[in-house]
Protein backbone atom coordinates (compact mmCIF):
# COMPACT_ATOMS: atom_id res chain seq x y z
CA UNK A 1 0.00 0.00 0.00
CA UNK A 2 1.72 3.29 -1.28
CA UNK A 3 0.32 6.84 -0.04
CA UNK A 4 1.28 9.64 -2.01
CA UNK A 5 -0.13 13.27 -0.52
CA UNK A 6 0.82 17.06 -1.62
CA UNK A 7 0.81 19.95 0.22
CA UNK A 8 0.95 23.88 -0.78
CA UNK A 9 4.03 25.70 0.58
CA UNK A 10 1.65 29.06 0.40
CA UNK A 11 -0.17 29.96 3.82
CA UNK A 12 0.29 29.32 7.52
CA UNK A 13 -0.39 25.99 8.98
CA UNK A 14 -3.33 26.08 10.96
CA UNK A 15 -4.95 23.80 14.09
CA UNK A 16 -7.40 22.34 10.97
CA UNK A 17 -4.65 21.76 9.00
CA UNK A 18 -2.54 19.83 11.73
CA UNK A 19 -5.34 17.81 13.19
CA UNK A 20 -7.11 17.23 10.00
CA UNK A 21 -3.79 16.56 7.84
CA UNK A 22 -0.49 16.31 9.23
CA UNK A 23 -1.33 13.60 11.67
CA UNK A 24 -2.79 11.78 9.58
CA UNK A 25 0.66 11.69 7.76
CA UNK A 26 2.63 10.75 10.56
CA UNK A 27 0.48 8.01 10.82
CA UNK A 28 -0.06 6.91 6.77
CA UNK A 29 3.89 7.01 6.62
CA UNK A 30 3.77 4.54 9.21
CA UNK A 31 1.20 2.58 8.06
CA UNK A 32 2.60 2.50 4.59
CA UNK A 33 6.35 1.24 6.04
CA UNK A 34 4.17 -1.30 8.05
CA UNK A 35 3.10 -2.66 4.77
CA UNK A 36 6.30 -3.38 3.36
CA UNK A 37 5.83 0.12 1.01
CA UNK A 38 6.56 3.64 1.29
CA UNK A 39 4.48 6.67 1.87
CA UNK A 40 5.69 10.16 -0.63
CA UNK A 41 5.18 13.71 1.02
CA UNK A 42 6.00 16.56 -1.34
CA UNK A 43 5.77 20.14 -1.36
CA UNK A 44 3.68 21.55 -3.94
CA UNK A 45 6.27 24.63 -4.98
CA UNK A 46 4.85 24.39 -8.80
CA UNK A 47 1.35 23.99 -8.22
CA UNK A 48 2.14 27.96 -6.38
CA UNK A 49 3.04 29.00 -9.13
CA UNK A 50 -0.89 28.46 -10.81
CA UNK A 51 -1.69 32.01 -8.24
CA UNK A 52 0.41 34.94 -8.37
CA UNK A 53 3.81 34.47 -6.24
CA UNK A 54 6.89 36.30 -5.13
CA UNK A 55 9.82 34.83 -6.59
CA UNK A 56 12.01 35.86 -3.18
CA UNK A 57 9.35 34.27 -1.32
CA UNK A 58 8.82 31.13 -2.70
CA UNK A 59 11.96 29.32 -1.45
CA UNK A 60 11.33 30.61 1.96
CA UNK A 61 7.85 29.42 2.04
CA UNK A 62 8.98 26.24 0.99
CA UNK A 63 11.19 25.51 3.69
CA UNK A 64 8.46 26.89 6.32
CA UNK A 65 6.68 23.84 5.14
CA UNK A 66 8.95 21.69 4.63
CA UNK A 67 10.12 22.74 8.41
CA UNK A 68 6.54 22.38 10.17
CA UNK A 69 5.99 18.93 8.17
CA UNK A 70 9.42 17.42 9.42
CA UNK A 71 8.69 18.90 13.05
CA UNK A 72 5.62 17.20 13.54
CA UNK A 73 7.10 13.70 12.66
CA UNK A 74 7.49 13.09 8.99
CA UNK A 75 10.64 11.49 9.23
CA UNK A 76 12.88 11.67 5.77
CA UNK A 77 14.49 8.16 6.93
CA UNK A 78 11.11 6.32 6.97
CA UNK A 79 9.06 8.04 3.87
CA UNK A 80 9.89 10.07 0.91
CA UNK A 81 10.04 13.26 1.24
CA UNK A 82 10.45 15.80 -1.81
CA UNK A 83 10.07 18.75 -3.28
CA UNK A 84 7.71 18.80 -6.30
CA UNK A 85 10.38 21.17 -8.54
CA UNK A 86 13.13 18.87 -7.93
CA UNK A 87 11.24 15.59 -8.89
CA UNK A 88 11.45 16.43 -13.00
CA UNK A 89 9.40 13.37 -13.92
CA UNK A 90 6.45 14.72 -12.54
CA UNK A 91 5.80 17.65 -15.56
CA UNK A 92 6.73 15.27 -17.80
CA UNK A 93 4.83 12.63 -16.97
CA UNK A 94 1.86 16.16 -16.57
CA UNK A 95 2.33 16.11 -20.50
CA UNK A 96 1.24 12.70 -20.68
CA UNK A 97 -1.19 12.92 -19.17
CA UNK A 98 -2.86 15.59 -20.61
CA UNK A 99 -2.94 14.02 -23.81
CA UNK A 100 -5.58 12.09 -22.42
CA UNK A 101 -7.50 14.87 -20.31
CA UNK A 102 -10.47 16.50 -21.82
CA UNK A 103 -10.26 20.42 -22.09
CA UNK A 104 -13.90 19.83 -20.85
CA UNK A 105 -13.37 17.93 -17.63
CA UNK A 106 -10.40 20.70 -16.88
CA UNK A 107 -13.24 23.08 -17.15
CA UNK A 108 -15.67 22.12 -14.49
CA UNK A 109 -13.13 21.77 -11.78
CA UNK A 110 -15.16 23.71 -8.93
CA UNK A 111 -11.15 24.89 -7.97
CA UNK A 112 -10.30 26.05 -11.43
CA UNK A 113 -13.64 28.26 -11.73
CA UNK A 114 -13.10 29.72 -8.19
CA UNK A 115 -9.56 30.67 -8.70
CA UNK A 116 -10.26 31.98 -12.35
CA UNK A 117 -13.01 34.26 -10.99
CA UNK A 118 -11.18 35.78 -8.53
CA UNK A 119 -7.89 36.31 -10.64
CA UNK A 120 -7.32 39.78 -11.07
CA UNK A 121 -5.08 39.87 -13.83
CA UNK A 122 -3.62 36.87 -15.17
CA UNK A 123 -5.79 33.40 -15.47
CA UNK A 124 -2.79 31.47 -16.28
CA UNK A 125 -2.55 28.03 -18.44
CA UNK A 126 -1.05 26.86 -15.34
CA UNK A 127 -4.18 27.19 -12.94
CA UNK A 128 -6.16 25.53 -15.30
CA UNK A 129 -3.46 22.67 -16.25
CA UNK A 130 -3.48 22.34 -12.50
CA UNK A 131 -5.18 18.88 -11.84
CA UNK A 132 -3.34 17.15 -14.34
CA UNK A 133 -0.36 18.02 -12.58
CA UNK A 134 -1.60 16.57 -9.67
CA UNK A 135 -2.65 13.69 -11.18
CA UNK A 136 1.04 13.18 -11.94
CA UNK A 137 2.59 14.16 -8.78
CA UNK A 138 0.37 10.89 -7.69
CA UNK A 139 0.22 8.40 -11.10
CA UNK A 140 4.17 8.81 -11.15
CA UNK A 141 4.58 6.37 -7.87
CA UNK A 142 1.44 4.41 -8.95
CA UNK A 143 0.63 4.92 -5.49
CA UNK A 144 -2.96 3.58 -3.74
CA UNK A 145 -4.29 6.30 -1.90
CA UNK A 146 -4.53 9.55 -1.51
CA UNK A 147 -4.90 11.45 2.26
CA UNK A 148 -6.62 15.21 1.34
CA UNK A 149 -9.05 17.42 2.49
CA UNK A 150 -12.51 17.17 1.34
CA UNK A 151 -12.09 20.23 -1.37
CA UNK A 152 -9.69 17.90 -3.49
CA UNK A 153 -12.21 15.09 -3.84
CA UNK A 154 -13.05 16.70 -7.39
CA UNK A 155 -9.20 16.53 -8.27
CA UNK A 156 -8.79 13.52 -7.18
CA UNK A 157 -12.14 11.85 -9.21
CA UNK A 158 -10.44 13.46 -12.42
CA UNK A 159 -7.10 11.56 -11.46
CA UNK A 160 -8.87 8.19 -11.20
CA UNK A 161 -10.35 8.62 -14.52
CA UNK A 162 -6.99 10.25 -15.82
CA UNK A 163 -5.28 7.12 -15.00
CA UNK A 164 -8.19 5.12 -16.14
CA UNK A 165 -8.29 6.46 -19.80
CA UNK A 166 -4.79 6.63 -19.61
CA UNK A 167 -4.95 2.50 -18.98
CA UNK A 168 -7.80 1.70 -21.44
CA UNK A 169 -5.51 3.49 -23.82
CA UNK A 170 -1.88 2.24 -23.59
CA UNK A 171 -2.58 -1.18 -21.53
CA UNK A 172 -2.47 -1.21 -17.62
CA UNK A 173 0.71 1.36 -16.54
CA UNK A 174 -1.11 3.32 -14.11
CA UNK A 175 -2.71 2.16 -11.00
CA UNK A 176 -6.11 3.76 -10.04
CA UNK A 177 -5.61 5.57 -6.64
CA UNK A 178 -8.23 5.79 -4.05
CA UNK A 179 -9.24 8.94 -2.14
CA UNK A 180 -8.83 9.15 1.75
CA UNK A 181 -10.47 12.21 3.68
CA UNK A 182 -9.16 12.68 7.18
CA UNK A 183 -12.39 12.33 9.46
CA UNK A 184 -11.51 14.77 12.44
CA UNK A 185 -9.74 17.90 11.58
CA UNK A 186 -11.97 17.85 8.22
CA UNK A 187 -14.57 19.58 11.26
CA UNK A 188 -12.33 21.77 13.13
CA UNK A 189 -14.21 25.18 12.92
CA UNK A 190 -13.60 28.95 13.40
CA UNK A 191 -13.01 29.75 16.79
CA UNK A 192 -15.08 32.75 15.96
CA UNK A 193 -17.32 31.84 13.36
CA UNK A 194 -17.90 27.86 14.58
CA UNK A 195 -20.15 27.25 11.88
CA UNK A 196 -17.29 27.78 9.19
CA UNK A 197 -14.08 25.41 8.54
CA UNK A 198 -10.90 27.23 10.36
CA UNK A 199 -9.13 28.29 7.28
CA UNK A 200 -6.07 30.53 6.43
CA UNK A 201 -7.79 32.37 3.44
CA UNK A 202 -11.10 32.73 4.90
CA UNK A 203 -11.68 33.04 8.69
CA UNK A 204 -10.90 35.08 10.95
CA UNK A 205 -6.36 35.89 12.86
CA UNK A 206 -8.63 35.71 16.41
CA UNK A 207 -10.46 32.03 15.28
CA UNK A 208 -7.35 30.48 13.49
CA UNK A 209 -5.06 28.71 15.68
CA UNK A 210 -1.54 28.33 13.76
CA UNK A 211 0.99 25.68 14.68
CA UNK A 212 3.45 28.11 15.30
CA UNK A 213 1.60 30.76 17.45
CA UNK A 214 3.03 31.36 20.67
CA UNK A 215 1.44 29.57 24.01
CA UNK A 216 0.41 33.03 25.45
CA UNK A 217 -1.29 33.33 21.49
CA UNK A 218 -3.00 30.35 21.49
CA UNK A 219 -4.17 30.89 24.86
CA UNK A 220 -5.80 34.38 24.54
CA UNK A 221 -7.51 32.96 20.88
CA UNK A 222 -9.39 30.00 22.85
CA UNK A 223 -10.37 32.30 26.07
CA UNK A 224 -11.53 34.15 23.66
CA UNK A 225 -13.56 31.18 21.27
CA UNK A 226 -17.18 32.21 20.86
CA UNK A 227 -19.36 29.81 23.08
CA UNK A 228 -22.73 29.93 24.12
CA UNK A 229 -25.24 31.57 26.24
CA UNK A 230 -26.83 28.13 27.62
CA UNK A 231 -27.60 28.66 31.48
CA UNK A 232 -26.62 26.69 33.05
CA UNK A 233 -23.74 26.36 31.02
CA UNK A 234 -23.95 22.78 30.15
CA UNK A 235 -20.74 21.10 28.34
CA UNK A 236 -21.66 18.78 25.19
CA UNK A 237 -21.79 18.13 21.84
CA UNK A 238 -24.84 19.25 20.22
CA UNK A 239 -26.29 20.90 16.72
CA UNK A 240 -27.25 24.14 18.79
CA UNK A 241 -24.19 24.44 20.33
CA UNK A 242 -21.29 24.52 17.49
CA UNK A 243 -18.55 26.61 19.61
CA UNK A 244 -18.72 24.45 22.43
CA UNK A 245 -18.91 21.49 20.45
CA UNK A 246 -15.79 22.55 18.49
CA UNK A 247 -13.85 22.80 21.75
CA UNK A 248 -14.34 19.58 23.02
CA UNK A 249 -13.65 17.88 19.00
CA UNK A 250 -10.32 20.22 19.53
CA UNK A 251 -9.47 18.87 23.19
CA UNK A 252 -10.51 15.10 22.17
CA UNK A 253 -8.26 15.31 19.23
CA UNK A 254 -5.29 17.38 21.14
CA UNK A 255 -5.19 14.40 24.12
CA UNK A 256 -5.68 11.84 21.85
CA UNK A 257 -9.08 10.80 23.87
CA UNK A 258 -13.10 10.69 22.89
CA UNK A 259 -14.80 13.74 22.57
CA UNK A 260 -17.19 11.33 25.13
CA UNK A 261 -14.32 11.14 27.19
CA UNK A 262 -13.82 15.15 27.56
CA UNK A 263 -17.83 15.23 28.71
CA UNK A 264 -17.32 12.90 30.99
CA UNK A 265 -14.20 14.45 32.57
CA UNK A 266 -15.67 18.29 32.62
CA UNK A 267 -18.54 16.92 34.17
CA UNK A 268 -18.23 19.45 36.96
CA UNK A 269 -17.11 22.38 35.27
CA UNK A 270 -18.59 25.17 36.58
CA UNK A 271 -18.83 27.04 33.26
CA UNK A 272 -17.30 26.88 29.17
CA UNK A 273 -13.94 29.00 30.76
CA UNK A 274 -12.74 25.44 32.26
CA UNK A 275 -13.40 24.23 28.91
CA UNK A 276 -11.61 26.81 27.03
CA UNK A 277 -8.87 26.69 29.38
CA UNK A 278 -7.82 22.79 29.13
CA UNK A 279 -8.24 23.15 25.55
CA UNK A 280 -6.32 25.72 25.06
CA UNK A 281 -3.38 23.69 27.69
CA UNK A 282 -4.19 20.53 25.42
CA UNK A 283 -3.45 22.09 22.29
CA UNK A 284 -0.48 23.79 23.62
CA UNK A 285 1.11 20.48 24.96
CA UNK A 286 -0.01 18.96 21.76
CA UNK A 287 2.18 22.40 19.64
CA UNK A 288 4.86 23.29 21.92
CA UNK A 289 7.29 20.44 20.95
CA UNK A 290 6.48 21.14 17.62
CA UNK A 291 6.87 24.54 17.51
CA UNK A 292 10.58 23.91 19.24
CA UNK A 293 11.80 21.03 16.55
CA UNK A 294 10.75 23.91 13.85
CA UNK A 295 12.90 26.40 14.81
CA UNK A 296 15.81 24.33 15.10
CA UNK A 297 15.06 22.65 11.74
CA UNK A 298 14.05 26.20 10.22
CA UNK A 299 17.12 27.63 11.00
CA UNK A 300 19.12 25.44 8.88
CA UNK A 301 18.30 25.38 4.97
CA UNK A 302 21.61 23.70 4.22
CA UNK A 303 20.71 20.66 6.00
CA UNK A 304 16.89 21.23 4.35
CA UNK A 305 18.10 21.35 1.19
CA UNK A 306 20.08 18.11 1.98
CA UNK A 307 16.82 16.48 2.71
CA UNK A 308 15.20 17.12 -0.31
CA UNK A 309 18.25 16.29 -2.22
CA UNK A 310 17.88 12.94 -0.87
CA UNK A 311 14.27 12.81 -1.36
CA UNK A 312 14.56 13.33 -4.45
CA UNK A 313 17.21 11.13 -5.12
CA UNK A 314 14.70 8.03 -3.64
CA UNK A 315 11.29 9.65 -5.46
CA UNK A 316 13.36 9.48 -8.73
CA UNK A 317 14.56 5.24 -8.47
CA UNK A 318 10.41 5.05 -8.59
CA UNK A 319 9.38 8.00 -11.08
CA UNK A 320 11.84 6.98 -13.99
CA UNK A 321 10.78 3.27 -13.93
CA UNK A 322 7.24 4.97 -14.28
CA UNK A 323 8.09 7.18 -17.24
CA UNK A 324 10.44 4.90 -18.81
CA UNK A 325 7.31 2.55 -18.85
CA UNK A 326 4.64 5.45 -19.85
CA UNK A 327 7.04 6.81 -22.35
CA UNK A 328 7.52 3.08 -24.35
CA UNK A 329 3.63 2.66 -24.13
CA UNK A 330 2.89 6.29 -25.97
CA UNK A 331 6.10 5.95 -28.05
CA UNK A 332 7.02 9.05 -27.32
CA UNK A 333 11.29 9.16 -27.00
CA UNK A 334 13.98 6.59 -28.02
CA UNK A 335 13.38 2.47 -28.85
CA UNK A 336 13.52 0.94 -25.55
N1 LIG B 1 -3.97 20.31 -4.61
C1 LIG B 1 -3.61 19.88 -3.29
C2 LIG B 1 -4.12 20.90 -2.27
O1 LIG B 1 -4.31 22.05 -2.61
C3 LIG B 1 -2.11 19.72 -3.13
C4 LIG B 1 -1.59 18.62 -4.00
C5 LIG B 1 -0.79 18.76 -5.10
C6 LIG B 1 -1.83 17.25 -3.83
N2 LIG B 1 -0.51 17.55 -5.61
C7 LIG B 1 -1.13 16.58 -4.88
C8 LIG B 1 -2.56 16.50 -2.90
C9 LIG B 1 -1.18 15.22 -5.02
C10 LIG B 1 -2.60 15.13 -3.04
C11 LIG B 1 -1.91 14.49 -4.09
O2 LIG B 1 -4.28 20.58 -1.12
Not at 168 to 178: A, C, K, S, T
Not at 208 to 230: I, W
Amino acid sequence: MRIFSGIQPTGQKHLGNYIGAIVQYVEGQQRAADAGDVAIFCVVDLHAMTVPWEPDEMRARVYDTAAILLAAGLDPDRCIFIRQSDVHEHTELAWHLGAVTAHGDLNRMHQFKEKSARQRDLVSADLFFYPVLMAADVLAYRANEVPVGDDQRQHVELMRDVAQRFNDRFGEQLVVPELKIPSVGARIMDLQDPTSKMSTTGGSVEGTVYVLDDAKTVEKKFKRAVTDSEDPPRIARDPSKPGVSNLIDILAAARGITPEQVEESLADARGYGDLKIATADAVNALLEPVRERYSALRADEDALEAIFAAGAEKARAITSETLRDVRAATGVGPRT
